[in-house]
């Protein structure tokens, strides 16, 4: 097990110019998690149905009860108790299953990760098992399938990051940890890319760090975009990635809770090449949103060329839930090619 102490590597400057934001409008919502009157719902995961895209399914927590699998209609298909679990991701596995991880921070002290079998037909959610991932609070999870290797990614509150080779062949799953490395300060939403092996993380009141996802990756990290006060303004939370064309095409999508807005970078050379708001329409905007992920191509009906789910903070007089708005309404709208 590599180890090593605070990533740094070369600083991203400042943006010395306020950056113009976009607005979208959301075209579907979900219904609303369990917990009523409490900041809850957290993150998404969206599974695109290939053979039917209309067909496909939203994982999300409500990070105080468990986990919703919601119809691309916005309806609750079910939900599975798993008590205080915060970030999700999921990967197809193919003979395996869809493997939904979910970082679960019942215990601050014990970090977990949390595993289901999603079943795409019922939709819903098959126990497999909880695997150790460090000792602290389990804050943010993504997964990185490498051929017929799967890895999840646990960050620490603390912004310990802990690389942990699953095994998903026996009764149980098992992890055993590959990799260490640490963000000075408190982190929390991550994604990697399958495609490049790169991941990247968000340290809440600094930035986003790039890594090399390969177990003999190294603990350094660079850092490709700041909390600047323009073009992302702290809290940095949730990061997807929307992978397009081959190689390293596609963008970095990156919540800017603080104002309520999206920031995104081109992935082949980290560029930022605009921000969104999701504003009011016949659907509601979004509030200081936690976690995001997008799907990109055929999701189905209103969605031919991508969905991108949010968690909207602030969704009264219900409890919290998440909008949905097309990936071309957002490229439209920040005239992405």
């Known amino acids: 097990m590599a180890t090593g102490c605070t990533a740094f590597d070369r600083p991203v400057a400042s943006s010395a110019i306020t950056a113009t934001t976009a607005t979208v409008q959301a075209l579907g919502e979900t219904e609303a998690v369990e917990t009523r009157n409490a900041d809850a719902a957290d993150d998404p995961a969206i599974w695109r149905n290939p053979v039917d895209p209309s067909a496909s399914l939203i994982v999300a927590t409500d990070k105080r009860a468990g986990l919703h699998v919601y119809a691309l209609d916005g309806k609750d298909r079910s939900f599975v108790a798993a008590g205080r679990v915060n970030n999700v991701d999921l990967r197809d596995m193919g003979k395996a299953g869809i493997i939904v991880a979910v970082s679960d921070r019942s215990d601050p002290a014990a970090a977990m990760v949390a595993l289901f079998r999603l ?57 055993r940890t590959v990799r260490t490395m640490k963000l000075a300060t408190q982190s929390e939403g991550c994604v990697a890319d399958d495609r490049t092996g790169r991941l990247y993380v968000a340290e809440e009141d600094v930035g986003v760090w790039r890594f090399d996802t390969a177990a003999s990756g190294g603990w350094a990290g660079r850092k490709v975009a700041d909390v600047d006060g323009s073009r992302i303004v702290a809290d940095t939370e949730g990061v997807t990635i929307a992978a397009e064309g081959r190689g390293d095409g596609g963008y970095l999508l990156v919540s800017s809770q603080g104002d309520n807005a999206y920031a995104v970078y081109r992935l082949r050379d980290d560029a930022f090449v605009g921000r969104f708001r999701i504003a009011a329409g016949a659907f509601g905007a979004t509030e200081e949103t936690d976690g995001i992920d997008i799907a990109v191509g055929d999701v189905g009906g209103r969605f031919p060329d991508g969905l991108f789910v949010a968690q909207d903070g602030q969704n009264q007089p219900r409890a919290q839930n998440f909008k949905m708005v097309a990936w071309a309404d957002i490229k439209r709208a920040l005239k992405l090619r």
């Open 119 to 175: 079943d795409p037909l019922a939709a819903t959610l098959v126990p497999l098992g909880k695997v150790p991932v460090g000792t602290g609070e389990a804050y943010g999870v993504c997964l990185y399938r490498k051929d017929a290797a799967l890895f999840a990614f646990n960050v620490l509150k603390d912004g310990t990051i802990n690389q942990v080779a699953l095994d998903l062949s026996g009764p149980a799953p098992t992890g």
